[in-house]
């Protein structure tokens, strides 16, 4: 059963997205960031963990959980540290992806050419 | 001699003695394959950046075009009048820099080749030269990077974007000699409609060519069936629609035989290229290559060619600027009858 | 990564269109293009100064919206504290 609502909300998630390039006529840039804001403000109101308790992956691989991930570490920083907390936390979670993503990044510009 | 506001007769009728068309890997697999005269199996071209690759690619071509007349040393070339889609034309200025004939650089985007062609035929029918180059050139990788988005990278493009292609087509102009003439120009004005999407370049284009053909019509005092072909750059299926249901609206009786599309020629059916090819490389090597070598049989006599560029930036489209067009015509005869 | 390495997640994404832009193996793909691509330009300029080109829309408004986000949420919750 989880894997038919991670299957249907990760598809809902990124349909939306659709609609945002083919109807809106936005941009990949526009479209991921607000979609990434939109994770967040969900976060901000307590409303993503509950869909992630309830698809799973669905909601946890679109980049909308980048967003939840980011205010999740700011309240978890502030809960402890105070108002500081918002900016020491924002990346506690995150990290791994970032640092992924550097890290890869630099291993295929040294590897990979471009084949268009 | 100026006819009208913006149209040019060559008296003399330059020739075209020789041409040079080179291509890349997709344009190996398309559907004019046997009119290039060089073909490559990459896109690299043994070069270590795209950007250099483009270079070689009009480097091949302008030789190729003086070495198929035979003996054109590159000291005997006056002037060479071309451009590309690359910032600051930076691959025509280096392969220039080879050549080393005194130098005209370009922009008209993908308007470029009969831009060249226009003012090359005007400076050798006044006797301004003895032997001019002109062509365009342009390379998809380094054309995308620049426009666009990294190649390897996940956007997704709409049916109505268009494919750059990878080439470039020189033309060897001369006062005398044999080959097909150029008769006449006209020049383009920038049109605006005020359309903004940058993977829609053909319908932005559309209007700028239809505004272009009237005006050489008008000016040359000629009917469309004067011509047997009357061939856009690359307007692609979308300007080629928009186009003909404006000369529908403006009265202008041009078959639909009779108007066709570089963009279209150069590729085959089931080749990715959504709404068709683009690039300033695209029209010159199709008229270049395949179109002249069509003359050249007799399978016509007459061709006007419209070359249509889109004058954005990608700085302009992020300012939202819309897209400004413009469109230059050139005929092109051989053979039989005088012209008017 | 990898995919887009071999040079098939742009032929996937031409077809998947949100569906592959949109999962974080989507940032995955935006961060490594760029680097791949701008690699004739060197390590330092061109791979460093334009690997976040298309990420980087990404990052800014996510870590700006978290900012707000989180700052308002905290500054409710100390004041719902008093």
């Known amino acids: 059963m989880t894997y038919f609502w991670a299957f249907t909300v990760g598809g809902l998630i990124c349909v939306v997205g659709q609609i945002m390039f083919d109807v809106f006529k936005l941009t990949p840039g526009h479209t991921l960031s607000a979609l990434v804001v939109v994770g967040a403000i969900l976060d901000g109101f307590g409303l993503y963990e509950p869909l992630i308790d309830f698809a799973g992956a669905g909601a946890t691989v679109p980049i909308t959980s980048f ?46 050419k471009p084949k268009g | ?61 302008c030789q190729k075009a003086m070495e198929k007349k035979g003996g054109i040393q590159k000291d005997q ?31 008209g985007a993908c308007s470029t080749s009969m831009e060249g062609l226009a003012l090359g035929a005007y400076i050798v029918n006044t006797k301004g030269a003895k032997y001019l180059l002109t062509g365009a ?4 990788i380094a054309v995308e990077k620049q426009f666009r988005y990294p190649t390897e990278y996940g956007g997704q493009k709409p049916p109505t974007a268009q494919w750059t292609v990878t080439d470039a087509g020189v033309a060897l102009l001369s006062y005398s000699g044999e080959g097909p ?21 053909g319908g932005a284009m559309a209007p700028a060519a239809v505004d272009t053909i009237e005006a050489h019509l008008k000016e040359r005092n000629v009917e469309p069936s004067y011509y047997d ?87 302009s489209f992020q300012q939202n600027e819309s897209i400004p067009c413009i469109a230059h015509a050139v005929s092109i005869e051989y053979g039989g009858e005088q012209s008017i | ?51 976040f080109k298309l990420a980087g829309s990404v990052i800014l408004f996510g870590v700006f919206s978290a900012f707000v986000i989180a700052l308002i949420k905290t500054i409710l919750i100390q004041w719902g504290g008093l």
């Open chain 2, 137 to 140: 050139s342009s390379h998809d």
């Open chain 2, 77 to 107: 070339v006056q002037f060479i009048l071309d451009g590309d889609l690359i910032n600051q034309i930076t691959p025509t200025n280096f392969a220039c820099r080879t050549i080393g004939a005194p130098y005209f650089g370009l922009f």
């Open chain 2, 229 to 315: 072909l009357i061939v856009s750059g690359d307007l692609g299926q979308i300007g080629q629609e928009v186009s003909m249901d404006l000369f529908k609206k403006h009265g202008i009786p041009i078959r639909e035989e009779q108007y066709q599309d570089c963009g279209f020629m150069i590729y085959r059916e089931g080749q990715p290229v959504l709404a068709g090819a683009s690039g300033a490389g695209c029209s010159a090597t199709v008229v270049y290559g395949h179109l002249l070598n069509r003359m050249k049989k007799g399978e016509f006599k007459r061709m006007l060619v419209v070359a249509t560029g889109a004058l954005l930036s990608p700085l």
């Open chain 3, 1 to 51: 990564m990898l995919l887009t390495g071999f040079g098939v997640y742009d032929r996937m994404a031409q077809f998947g269109g949100a569906g592959t832009a949109v999962p974080v193996t989507g940032f995955g793909n935006a961060v490594i293009s760029p680097a791949i691509e701008h690699r004739s330009e060197g390590l330092v300029l061109g791979v460093g100064g334009n690997i």
């Open chain 2, 1 to 61: 001699m100026l006819t009208g506001h913006r149209t040019w007769i060559f008296e003399q009728k330059p020739v075209i003695i020789s041409t040079g068309t080179v291509g890349g890997p997709f344009e190996a697999n398309g559907a004019i394959q046997d009119d290039f005269d060089t073909l490559h199996a990459d896109l690299w071209l043994g070069q270590d950046s795209y950007e250099k690759a483009h270079k070689v690619l009009f480097e091949e071509a």
């Open chain 2, 181 to 201: 003439r150029v008769t006449s120009a006209t020049i383009g004005r920038v049109i605006d409609m005020g359309l903004t999407d940058p993977f829609n370049m």
């Open chain 1, 67 to 112: 967003g939840n991930s980011l205010v999740h570490g700011a309240m978890q920083e502030a809960e402890t540290h105070g108002l500081v907390g918002v900016l020491t936390g924002m990346f506690e979670v995150t990290s791994s992806g970032i640092s992924a993503a550097i890290v890869f990044g630099m291993l295929g510009a040294l590897i990979f």
